[in-house]
Antibody, heavy 124, light 108 residues
Framework: EVLLVQSEAEVKKSGESLKISCQVS????????IGWVRQMPGKGLEWMGV????????RYSPSFQGHVTISADTSIKTAYLHWSSLKASDTAMYYC?????????????????WGQGTMVTVFS | SDELTQPPSVSVSPGQTARITCSGD??????TFWYQQKPGQAPVLVIY???GRPSGIPDRFSASSSGTTVTLTISDVQAEDEADYYC???????????FGSGTKVTVL
């Protein structure tokens, strides 16, 4: 069974750092793109970026480039999303996802497997 | 522009057909994907690579395209189809992913 399990909800203060995780099982972590999507309260989906764990090739949306860092640890099949300095506007649900069940080779491909989401709340 | 435009809402009676459009200048250049999202849940992929249907997705869901507009069609709409729907494609240069603004489908 393919599973993407995300870390628990976080409540942080503005200016603090944070790293949330997405641990996968049931498929080849190194051979599939895995990425992150933001959803602010009551709003739509926003693509943040993806990483190919096999060679660490990482792509970002211009909207998030420089504000977050996406990384992966192949030894524990886990992808990460990191902020060095949170802002109140980072308050959102964050989902990880990966294209698994269909033939996928592009960083632009849609996700057919998703984590359960990690809610990040940042207060001033 | 790299934006993908969707109607904010679509209302449909059970058993009827819902059509959700997604418009964008770059759509002819890249694959389109469609997601269904119900409140409090992660998105679910319902269409991949323009017209593919993932395992477990009813054949009531289909997609088509014409020029710079793609359309998700839900035939024989059921109450369980009430959700937000998002299209996904890429920017003109094929560098990053863009999501549509989302369409709320209400089953009357």
């Amino acid at each position: 069974e393919v599973l993407l399990v995300q870390s628990e909800a976080e409540v942080k203060k503005s200016g603090e750092s944070l790293k949330i995780s997405c641990q996968v099982s049931g498929y080849s972590f190194v051979s599939s793109w895995i990425g992150w999507v933001r959803q602010m309260p009551g709003k739509g989906l926003e693509w943040m970026g993806v990483i190919y764990p096999g060679d660490s090739d990482t792509r970002y949306s211009p909207s998030f480039q420089g504000h977050v860092t996406i990384s992966a640890d192949t030894s524990i099949k886990t992808a990460y999303l990191h902020w060095s300095s949170l802002k109140a506007s980072d308050t959102a649900m964050y989902y990880c996802g990966s294209p698994i069940a269909y033939t996928s080779s592009s960083s632009l491909d849609g996700f057919d497997m998703w984590g359960q989401g990690t809610m990040v709340t940042v207060f001033s | 522009s790299d934006e993908l435009t969707q109607p904010p809402s679509v209302s449909v009676s059970p058993g009827q057909t819902a059509r959700i459009t997604c418009s964008g200048d770059a759509l002819p250049r890249h694959y389109t994907f469609w997601y269904q999202q119900k409140p409090g849940q992660a998105p679910v992929l319902v269409i991949y690579k323009d017209s593919g249907r993932p395992s477990g997705i009813p054949d009531r869901f289909s997609a088509s395209s014409s020029g710079t507009t793609v359309t998700l069609t839900i035939s024989d709409v059921q109450a369980e189809d009430e959700a937000d729907y998002y299209c996904q494609s890429a920017d003109r240069s094929g560098t990053f992913v863009v999501f549509g603004s989302g369409t709320k489908v209400t089953v009357l």
